[in-house]
């Protein structure tokens, strides 16, 4: 009975892949109080389903979606391209470098290069292997899967000849002959059974491939087994005057992980170039540039969704795939959840307002009705002491979201110059009220600022003002050149916005003449003492950012609202977090407990769904197990376990009803016939597998040597 | 012994002479064979491109006069059988290249196989069959090789098969006067890895068993290898290899070395006179010594404008000084870390030219990391550093207090024994932990420091504060594979159900301080200095 007795459940513990990621669950060190420790009781609140509205038609919104989603997917893959491209064109200028070198110093002909010798060369300096490291700048390889994968393309259209390998291919177990296995299944097409560099170096001669590099691009080498990867860098070398190979090394940390692999034979061997992607932050501005604020094409998130989804990406993940998820599936959730969403689609299609007018859907019935429930529509209406007109509203809503979009980019190009990130501007500017920003002129004052700047240090802190605050400040801090460049960058920003554009025109052509006449000024002056040709330069230069930065003010105090007071933002922006968040997040272990607790709602057998709560035999045995777990502290004496597990099993129902409560005597269950039928054996069968499944699903910890008849919970609090 | 040698040598050198007359033809022979279907001959098993005479040889190996003339002694003249010959020095010491050059001297066939490149025996015996038998791998044959061959006994076999029937052709061919003789000669090269191919050692009995096991006397065997022959755990029963040793180049060998094939001479024997010495020093290797000079000879000739020009005493004396602060740099880097070639030109650039600045760039870490993950990295670093049993100590609400009690009493002790007990753990390394103590340590940790979702949430107090916070313990686990993916932290291979793997931090204590700078947390307060 006791855990040692045990065959069977040992042996398929050990036989468990050790690639399984640990599974348990672990106290929580401070939070809980030691109070519920003798007893913890699961109590189970499922949270109300807001089964929402129904539906005006099946398909709109799922085609919505579709639409909305294809737009979105389609513009982050070009802006995430458009990144790579400058890094990957270095590459390809130093790849074709490095392959004139090495073809420079030698070019061997067929039967010499198929030869197994080493071509000894006169120069002392030993063959090097060009190598590029492409640092990625981000602990988390998710975002750079594709990437490997683009730069392969990238190559190849540009002549080369690529394979791409992942650090699987250099496990322990298939060592160097996994890789070049891979490697030569990648270069010749075909599968070879003993793989061998002299396949690939009669194979590059055959097939006359003389004036094409080979490309080898290892994905992650921190993750790669060392002594493999060291193997193979030490038999490319041997080949490299052969068979002309570049490696390209993607690194996710710095480059002294590639110290802490490579030994040093092989180190010297590599001739080192080094590449930067751009860092997770850049990305993350570009693709919130392109998705949420320049297209402008109807969905976005709103103030809670966007601090929640910052705080995620600076604290925990820190990746763009996860925000892309996060955007994916908000995007689904907001095109369900609210009936009027297939406006999106008339948005997103830039049909305007007659295209509004003129769609039927807009008019049908329950449209209006729901759209006469949002509260920010009848304000508007009172607003404007109109009956309700929610086609008018929608115009009102596209342009009042495009204006404040090129706003926030405006700002965000005087943020850029003392890297402010967008996501950061983004943030703030979806929070800002109006008082707030009355408030946050421009003579800010100093020790304000100060502490915005301090605020700013301390990472992932979201200061009221802060950042907005600092661009404004800024503005006043830029040299005339600078100033111009802005105001160019501004122009082009808001061409179409009539109301903006103009303005920036004005301010445009004035400081070009004001430049004009400094210049003229100065030209004259610059014989004068250099005392006052300072200070008249200083005087001028900040009234121009004067009229700059009040310019800026001027429009934000005209044109920015907060997102509450815009007329049908519902449709617009999605802001629940929490759905999203369970969603995103979800919470694994904590479903596995309730599930188990609650099997019957899964299996929906007939004799457990009638009476819940109570243990009957026929219930699943690990469910049984883990509710009688429920009543043992951190350590469960197996004996007692299994004992009140036997008594479970074996009375009929009926009686467990009655029998449960007060502990049943050994004599009345020796007397039920029900025992006779189940042995022993059977049960001790039964419970030992219930506790092998609570192990793997790591709720359980098998008896260690000190204490070999107890078990230990690991997994608590749902 | 001497006398013996030098009408030999004199032999040698007219027949090398003689043979390179025909053989001068090869080079456009051969350019005119580049087609890839034509099927291998014997010839192919002799060294392709011009023959060179032992003069050139002995020239062309600066250092290795006395190696090459005992192992052309030991090759002997055509057609004489020869006894295993087992080469061994250091690395980078010459070895293969002189042991080839003198087959292009001697121009007989042999067969080469490094063990770099034949990773495993099998692959070793398929491509030493390949060569022998005059196959070639190529697409038409499926990239197949001649005979399948994975057991010795079989390679046994069909080795001395194959070698008959070459050596018959040869014999053959000598009656047509053909000058390559019947000797076949087989080099292994790397032969110190086909230790670690199988515990056993039976490949490496096998390979120098193969003189006996084979009988055939017109198979030189030469064994090429980094390590003497001490370190192959010798079986009974068979003809002891003859070591040649090879030793380590002299300060003026390597000088001879590097001053070959030199565009400028003059200028680079001043560069040498400059480098050479310190860093003879370090390394006598001529690989890791030359990839250690071409940065530096970049950076000695940046000032003058021409390359051909000679420089005169006035001009060196400012190359001098102009080079010296890279010289003391790149040579602590050589001494710290062996691997430090790989980046000597960036780093060289980086520290040089960022001093006189404050090192505030260096303070940075260039990758991105999610903050929890950067608190999860220093709880593993501090779970690793710190002895288990002080952590109720440094963690406790008392920490600071405590910590410092403790220390006294520390340095109460004798000396003597706290050294010894640094030694001890500077020799273990990094320790191991478990899960639990990581995820207490890190519980500890971010409610000490800023890191506090709560507080921030009260702040800004819009988001679901369990939300975040019931989050955070699934996040943590996933943080850990990513860490230990990023070689941060390595885990120790025990079955994950047990829940009894151990963690060790591997990631060094800069990198950890970069980390807790950008978090402004308070690294030393926790670290427990012994």
Redesign the interface.
């Known amino acids: 009975m006791a855990p040692s007795a045990d065959p069977e459940t040992s042996p398929s513990?050990?036989t468990?892949n050790?690639d399984?990621?640990?599974?348990?669950?672990?106290?929580?060190?401070?939070s809980r109080k030691p109070s519920s420790k003798t007893r913890r009781r699961i109590d189970l609140s499922p949270k109300p389903s807001d089964a929402s509205a129904q539906e005006y038609n099946d398909n709109l919104p799922f085609d919505t979606f579709k639409l909305l989603w294809s737009n979105t997917q389609s513009i982050i893959k070009d802006v995430l391209k458009n990144l790579n491209t400058t890094v990957f064109d270095g590459i390809d200028k130093w790849v074709h470098a490095s392959f004139d070198a090495i073809r420079a110093s030698r070019t061997p002909?067929?039967?010499?290069a198929?030869?197994?010798?080493?071509i000894?060369n006169?120069?002392?300096?030993?063959a090097?292997i060009f190598t590029a490291l492409l640092?990625?700048?981000?602990?988390?390889?998710v975002d750079d899967i594709s990437t490997f994968a683009d730069l392969g393309a990238h190559l190849r259209s540009n002549g080369c000849l690529v394979a791409n390998l992942t650090s699987i291919d250099f496990s322990a177990k298939n060592?160097?002959?996994g890789c070049l296995k891979t490697l030569l299944r990648q270069f010749?097409l075909?599968g070879?059974?003993?793989p061998?560099?002299?396949?690939l170096a009669?194979?590059y001669?055959?097939?006359e491939n003389y004036d094409k590099p080979l490309i080898v691009i290892i994905d992650?080498v921190?993750?790669c087994n060392s002594s493999v990867l060291n193997?193979f860098i030490?038999?490319l070398r041997?080949?490299v005057i052969k068979v002309p190979i570049i490696l390209v090394l993607g690194v996710?940390?710095?480059?002294?992980?590639?110290?802490?692999?490579?030994?040093?034979?092989a180190?010297?061997y590599?001739s080192?170039c080094?590449f930067n992607l751009g860092?997770?932050?850049e990305r993350m501005d570009a693709v919130i540039e392109t998705v949420l604020l320049r297209s402008c094409q109807g969905f976005n998130i709103g103030?809670?969704v966007s601090?929640?989804l910052r705080?995620?990406?600076?604290?925990?993940?820190?990746t763009l795939t996860l925000f892309v998820k996060a955007l994916r599936i908000s995007t689904a959730q907001q095109v369900f959840s609210e009936p009027l969403s297939f406006v999106l689609r008339k948005l997103v299609n830039e049909e305007g307002t007659e295209g509004l007018n003129g769609d039927n859907n807009l008019l049908r019935e329950p449209a209006i009705k729901r759209a006469l429930e949002l509260p920010s529509l009848q304000r508007f209406c009172e607003t404007r002491g109109n009956c309700i007109d929610w086609v008018s509203a929608l115009s009102e809503l596209k342009r009042l979201h495009q204006l404040w979009s090129s706003l926030v980019m405006c700002l965000y190009e005087v943020g850029r110059y003392r890297k402010i990130s967008l996501l950061d501007l983004y943030c703030e500017m979806l929070k800002l009220k109006p008082q707030n920003f009355c408030a946050n002129d421009l003579n800010l004052v100093e020790k304000d600022y100060a502490t915005a700047v301090h605020n700013y240090?301390?990472?992932?802190?979201?200061q009221d003002n802060g950042y907005v605050g600092r661009a404004f400040q800024m503005l006043g801090d830029f040299s005339a050149m600078e100033l111009c460049k802005i105001l160019d960058r501004w122009e082009m920003l808001t061409r179409g916005i009539a109301e903006i554009h103009e303005k920036v025109k004005e301010l445009q052509s004035q400081m070009t003449l004001e430049e004009k006449q400094l210049r003229h000024d100065l030209r004259k002056e610059s014989k004068k003492p250099t005392a006052r040709t300072y200070k008249k330069d200083w005087t001028s230069k900040s009234t121009l950012n004067e009229k700059v930065a009040s310019f800026l003010q001027s429009m934000f105090r005209e044109y920015i609202q907060t997102i509450e007071s815009i007329p049908l933002h519902e449709i617009i922006f999605f802001d629940n977090?929490?759905n999203l968040?369970t969603a995103l997040?979800g919470?694994?272990?904590?479903r596995i407990q309730a599930d188990l607790l609650e099997s019957r709602k899964f299996l929906k057998c007939s004799c457990c769904s009638k009476n819940d709560g109570v243990l009957v035999p026929s219930m699943h045995h690990t469910s049984i197990m883990y509710t009688l777990v429920q009543e043992h502290g951190d350590l469960v004496n197996v004996h007692e376990w299994f004992h009140s597990f036997m008594a479970v099993i074996s009375n009929p129902p009926l009686q467990s009803k009655k029998k449960l409560r007060m502990s049943p005597s050994p004599k009345k269950r020796k007397d039920s016939k029900e025992a006779r039928t189940k042995t022993d054996a059977s049960i001790q069968a039964e419970f030992c597998r219930a506790v092998t499944e609570l192990?793997?699903t790591?709720l359980l910890?098998?008896p260690t040597k000190r204490r070999p008849d107890y078990v230990q919970r690991?997994g608590f609090g749902l | 012994m001497a006398k013996d040698e030098s009408p030999q040598v004199s032999r040698r050198t007219t027949r090398a002479s003689l043979n390179s007359t025909p053989n001068s033809k090869a080079p456009q022979e051969?350019?005119k064979?580049?087609?890839?279907s034509r099927p291998?001959t014997i010839k192919?098993l002799v060294?392709?491109?011009k023959s060179i005479n032992l003069d050139e040889l002995i020239n062309?190996f600066p250092g290795r006069r006395a190696q090459i003339l005992e192992l052309v002694q030991f090759l002997g003249p055509l057609n004489s059988p020869m006894i295993p010959l087992f080469v061994y020095g250091g690395?980078?010491t010459g070895k293969?290249?002189t042991v080839?050059?003198m087959f292009r001297h001697l121009k007989r066939p042999f067969?080469?196989?490094?063990c770099?490149?034949?990773?495993?025996p099998?692959?070793l015996f398929?491509?030493i069959l390949n060569?022998i038998l005059l196959h070639?791998?190529?697409?038409s044959g499926?990239?197949?090789?001649a005979k399948r061959c994975e057991r010795p006994s079989d390679f046994v076999n069909s080795l001395g098969e194959a070698l008959t029937a070459l050596i018959d052709s040869l014999k053959g061919n000598m009656r047509k006067s053909s000058p390559y003789g019947r000797m076949v000669y087989l080099?292994f090269d790397h032969l110190e890895l086909v230790r670690q191919w199988d515990k056993s050692d039976s490949i490496i009995s096998l390979l120098f068993n193969l003189y006996t096991l084979l009988k055939i006397p017109e198979v030189g065997l030469i064994f090429i290898s980094r390590v003497s022959l001490d370190t192959f755990q010798s079986d009974t029963g068979f003809v002891e290899p003859f070591p040649v040793y090879f030793p380590d180049y002299t300060e003026d060998d390597l000088h001879q070395?590097?001053m070959?094939?030199q565009a400028n001479p003059k200028l680079y024997s001043s560069f040498l006179d400059l480098v050479l010495r310190p860093f003879y020093r370090i390394t006598r290797r001529?690989?890791?010594l030359?990839?250690a000079f071409?940065p530096l000879f970049k950076k000695y000739c940046e000032p003058l404008g021409d390359l051909v020009a000679v420089p005169n005493e006035d001009m060196k004396r400012k190359l001098f000084s102009h080079l010296q602060p890279f010289i003391s740099l790149s040579l602590n880097e050589t001494f710290t870390?062996?691997?430090?070639?790989?980046?000597k030109d960036?780093n060289l650039r980086k520290s040089v030219f960022k001093k006189p600045g404050v090192c505030e760039t260096l303070d940075e870490?260039?990758?991105?990391?999610?903050?929890?993950?950067k608190y999860l990295l220093i709880s593993a670093f501090l779970a690793s550093r710190n002895p288990a049993t002080l952590d109720a100590s440094l963690f406790d609400s008392t920490g600071g207090t405590d910590n410092r009690k403790k220390k006294r009493k520390v340095s109460e002790k004798s000396i003597d024994q706290k050294e010894a007990k640094e030694q001890e753990i500077l020799m273990k390394g990094p320790g191991t932990f478990p899960?639990?103590r990581l995820?207490?340590i890190h519980?500890?940790i971010t409610?000490v420091g800023?890191?506090s979702?709560d507080d921030?949430e009260l702040q800004?107090g819009?988001?679901?504060a369990d939300?975040?916070d019931?989050?955070?313990?699934?996040?943590i686990?996933l943080?850990l594979?990513?860490?230990c993916?990023?070689?941060?932290i390595t885990k120790g291979?025990?079955?994950?159900?047990?829940?009894s793997?151990r963690y060790r931090s591997?990631v060094?204590e800069d990198?950890v301080l970069k980390v807790a700078r950008?978090?402004?947390f308070p690294l030393s307060k926790y670290l427990y200095r012994r």
């Open positions: 513990i050990s468990t050790s399984l990621q640990p599974f348990f669950l672990l106290h929580k060190a401070a002909d067929f039967t010499t198929t030869s197994m010798y080493p000894p006169n120069v002392p300096i030993g090097q640092f990625t700048k981000n602990v988390e390889s060592g160097v002959g010749l075909a070879i059974d003993a061998e560099m002299s396949i009669s194979w001669y055959e097939q992650d921190e993750r193997d030490l038999m041997e080949w996710a940390t710095s480059v002294d992980a590639l110290r802490n692999i490579l030994c040093s034979s180190c010297l590599l080192v080094e860092t997770p932050a103030k809670h601090a929640f705080n995620y990406f600076l604290r925990h993940d820190g240090q301390s990472p992932g802190c979201l977090v929490d968040h997040i919470d694994p272990r904590r192990q793997i790591g910890r098998m690991v | 051969h350019s064979a580049t087609n890839p291998l192919d060294f392709r491109g062309s690395a980078s293969t290249s080839l050059y067969i080469y196989c490094s770099v490149s034949c990773y495993s099998s692959i398929e491509s060569q070639r791998k190529n697409e499926g990239y197949l090789s080099v070395i590097f070959s094939n001529v690989d890791e030359s990839t071409s870390i062996s691997s430090q070639p790989l980046l960036r870490i260039d990758f991105h990391m999610s903050t929890s993950a899960l639990e995820l207490a519980q500890c409610s800023e890191y979702l921030e800004n819009e988001l679901g939300g975040s019931s989050g955070s313990m699934s996040d686990l943080q594979s990513s860490l993916s990023a070689n941060f291979g025990s079955c994950p159900l047990e829940g793997t591997i060094s990198v950008s978090l402004k």
